[in-house]
């Protein structure tokens, strides 16, 4: 299977290094990045970032608060839907969105493919139809940006094992090399997606951690901005922080066979780029 790595969207907020740790300038780089991937079953979206309608149309589809706090880019040559037309792909040929969760800049684009089947935990789903309670809940979950989704396949359970982890592989209609892996503390319902590419395995964790020094197996530290954001965000404190331990041993035992990303860092997103 070939994976292509996308930039679905950028926050740009005030800050800079704050944030990314790079920057120079008052303003960071925080990308929302997706992956297509081509298999027998059609084309594959792990995330799909912004999209057309919250380009055209931020409002009310997405919260002011977010929009201010994180300085979202919008461009329309960033969505999913205008990726895969340059590719020289139909957005038809998309057969199958699977999300980490439903946070307005994981999901804006599930309505540019009509006809896609959405995989998504169970929890995730209840957590953003059912329980949008409080501050945070009301504004990351935007149930306009899904409320034409036709084909939801929602996973309860793990029932399998990868790498140590708990995972989800029977996903409907995907191959067995596509699974996904609950990785709760974000959200609810959040999980990473694992992917075999025929080199090795590769995993979109997601916002199981939102910086490449997250994952320094002995060193790990996080920029102030994002472990602001991440704090403000989280659902389940011990829950994440453990999950983002188990991460870092899973690099550090199998990092020749496993390469981990998560949606927010340039620089990660920018060496998949390279290597794809």
């Known amino acids: 299977m070939k994976i292509h790595y996308l930039r679905c969207g950028t926050d740009c907020p005030l800050g800079g290094a704050l944030f990314d740790g790079f920057s120079t300038g008052p303003l960071g780089t925080i990308p929302c990045t997706a992956q297509l991937i081509e298999t027998e079953a059609g084309l594959v979206l792990v995330d799909t970032g912004y999209g057309l309608q919250d380009v055209r149309r931020p409002h009310p589809r997405l919260s002011k608060f977010f929009h201010a706090l994180l300085n979202i880019r919008f461009r329309v040559e960033d969505t999913a839907i205008h990726q895969i037309r340059a590719l020289g792909y139909s957005p038809e040929d998309v057969r199958h969105i699977v999300l980490t969760h439903l946070d307005f800049d994981h999901a804006g684009g599930l309505e540019d493919f009509p006809n896609a089947r959405v995989h998504v935990?169970?929890?995730?789903?209840?957590?953003?139809?059912?329980?949008?309670?409080?501050?945070?809940?009301?504004?990351?979950?935007?149930?306009?940006?899904?409320?034409?989704?036709?084909?939801?396949?929602?996973?309860?359970?793990?029932?399998?094992?990868?790498?140590?982890?708990?995972?989800?592989?029977?996903?409907?209609?995907?191959?067995?090399?596509?699974?996904?892996?609950?990785?709760?503390?974000?959200?609810?319902?959040?999980?990473?997606?694992?992917?075999?590419?025929?080199?090795?395995?590769?995993?979109?964790?997601?916002?199981?951690?939102?910086?490449?020094?997250?994952?320094?197996?002995?060193?790990?530290?996080?920029?102030?901005?994002?472990?602001?954001?991440?704090?403000?965000?989280?659902?389940?404190?011990?829950?994440?922080?453990?999950?983002?331990?188990?991460?870092?041993?899973?690099?550090?035992?199998?990092?020749?066979?496993?390469?981990?990303?998560?949606?927010?860092?340039?620089?990660?997103?920018?060496?998949?780029?390279?290597?794809?």
Not at 132 to 159: K, L, N, S
Not at 205 to 234: I, N, S, V, W
Not at 242 to 270: M, P, W, Y
Request: glycine letters at 10%; proline letters at 5%.
């Open 121 to 276: 935990m169970a929890a995730e789903r209840d957590a953003a139809e059912r329980q949008r309670r409080g501050f945070i809940a009301r504004r990351r979950y935007r149930p306009v940006q899904w409320d034409d989704v036709r084909d939801w396949r929602t996973y309860a359970g793990a029932g399998d094992s990868w790498f140590g982890f708990d995972a989800v592989r029977a996903l409907d209609g995907l191959p067995p090399e596509i699974l996904l892996v609950p990785l709760p503390g974000h959200t609810w319902g959040h999980a990473g997606v694992a992917v075999q590419d025929g080199t090795g395995w590769v995993l979109n964790a997601g916002d199981a951690y939102f910086y490449r020094g997250e994952m320094h197996p002995f060193r790990h530290r996080c920029t102030p901005g994002l472990r602001f954001y991440q704090t403000m965000m989280e659902v389940d404190r011990p829950q994440r922080l453990a999950n983002q331990r188990r991460l870092r041993d899973l690099k550090r035992a199998h990092g020749q066979e496993v390469t981990i990303f998560c949606s927010h860092d340039q620089k990660e997103l920018e060496a998949l780029q390279a290597r794809g």
